[in-house]
């Protein structure tokens, strides 16, 4: 995560201490994040997020896991049953944006299918 929130400061040419100014923590907090000795608290991340103009998504995002939506990963997903699984992402998008007081919009959600 530290990378992409150094990158994304970077990116904006946003120094460490006015992202500190701008999340309302200390120096020493926002340069932890940019450095990785520490990590925003989950509440912290959207603030980071819209801070840095990006999406919480983006800065806990690892290489590798694929944000494609599901069907376009090739999941398994049995014939007329798409809609469901649509159904229950969809639910769970409000709900996490209902706990975080934040628009559903900002929110994306990235499901793994392991098939072992």
Known sequence: MANHIRD???RLGISVTELARRCGVSRQAARAWDF???????EMLVKVAEVLETTVDQLVSRP???TKP????GANIP???E??????LSECKIA???VLGID???VQLKVVLNYE
């Open 70 to 73: 599901l069907s376009a990963q």
């Open 83 to 88: 809609d469901s699984v649509d159904a229950i």
């Open 8 to 10: 994304a400061r970077v």
């Open 36 to 42: 990785a000795s520490s990590s925003p608290k989950p």
């Open 64 to 66: 590798g896991i694929s």
């Open 79 to 81: 014939v007329g049953r």
């Open 96 to 98: 996490v944006a209902a």
């Open 104 to 106: 559903e919009r900002k």
